[in-house]
């Protein structure tokens, strides 16, 4: 199926800990991003990177660390966990024009929970 | 105050009752206006894609782009009870720019 994967679904952990989620895309495109959507479905640019390059890097704390290793990959760290990182990540990617954006393709969500 | 501004809702409606959804934007560089469907526990999946001003239609589907007023709406017709989910506009300006959402419109179309 052509799509973009995350993994994993659903990701439970205490404060304090150390987590990643993987995003795979297998549609050719040359942009990759992460959004985080929160409680009140408010969909919040965090990192988009292009051909393995960070192009967008919003105020995130640097407790989050995305990685690229090619432009079919982009995984997302994050470093000693909070409460408030809860929330649902979703990867998408794009097909970036010279004129702008095209639509994304997002990922069905990881929904994280810090306890 | 947000880039971009969405009620959000919940809207109900009966079925067949025509829907319209909207919302407005502050930032006149945006030139690319999406509309997203995101049912419970999913991902955001493309609905309807405009460039600039005008209406663009596709099924039960309408788009409306307003620059001057920067105002962008969605219309359905004929609302079914499978359209029921959040509808999130989306917009960006041109260069390597993101997506800017809104915070999305909760719509339930009851049978």
């Known amino acids: 199926d052509t799509a973009v994967s995350q993994t994993p679904k659903y990701l439970v952990t205490q404060m304090g800990n150390d987590k990643s989620i993987k995003c795979e895309q297998n549609?050719?495109?040359?942009?990759m991003y992460w959004y985080k959507q929160d409680s009140k479905k408010f969909l919040k640019i965090m990192f988009s990177y292009n051909n393995k390059e960070l192009i967008i890097n919003e105020t995130v704390p640097n407790r989050f660390s995305p990685k690229s290793p090619d432009k079919a990959h982009l995984n997302l760290h994050i470093n000693s966990l909070e409460l408030g990182d809860s929330a649902v990540y979703f990867c998408?990617?794009?097909?970036?024009?010279?004129?702008?954006?095209?639509?994304?393709?997002f990922g069905s969500g990881t929904r994280l929970t810090v306890v | 105050q947000k880039e971009v501004e969405q009620d959000p809702g919940p809207l109900s409606v009966p079925e067949g009752a025509i829907v319209s959804l909207n919302c407005t934007y502050s930032n006149s560089a945006f030139q690319y206006f999406m509309w997203y469907r995101q049912y419970s526990r999913k991902g955001p999946e493309l609905l309807m894609y405009?460039?600039?001003?005008g209406n663009k239609e596709d099924g039960r589907f309408t788009a409306q782009v307003d620059k001057s007023s920067k105002y962008i709406s969605l219309f359905i017709r004929d609302s079914q009870p499978s359209d029921s989910a959040t509808y999130l506009c989306?917009?960006?300006?041109?260069?390597?720019?993101?997506?800017?959402f809104g915070s999305g419109t909760r719509l339930q179309v009851q049978p």
């Open positions: 989306a917009m960006s300006g041109t260069g390597r720019r993101a997506l800017t």
């Open positions: 405009t460039y600039s001003s």
């Open positions: 549609l050719g495109h040359d942009t």
């Open positions: 998408a990617s794009s097909q970036e024009f010279r004129t702008g954006p095209y639509g994304y393709t």
